[in-house]
């Protein structure tokens, strides 16, 4: 099943390869999330954040200041 997350702080987690549900306001600043699954991301922030080979589907409102987006799948 997918985590479903809001209003969390997950400041520079490593999280390679998870598959999440809907993260609403999450802080994902400086997080590992290479390859993630990220259905729907709204009103993140996701500054510095690895998201190299990640698949977004709907992404709204989110910071992806400095954030590496190599090889994302949208």
Request: hydrophobic content about 40%; proline content about 1%.
């Amino acid at each position: 099943d997918r985590v479903k997350l809001a209003d969390a702080d997950l400041t520079g987690v490593e999280a390679s390869k998870a598959c999440f549900g809907k993260l609403t306001r999450v802080k994902l600043d400086g997080a590992d999330l290479r390859g993630s699954n990220l259905p729907e991301v709204l009103d993140c922030s996701a500054r510095q954040a690895n998201l190299s080979d990640a698949r977004l589907r709907t992404i709204t409102g989110t910071d992806l200041t400095g954030a590496r987006l190599v090889g994302i799948f949208l």
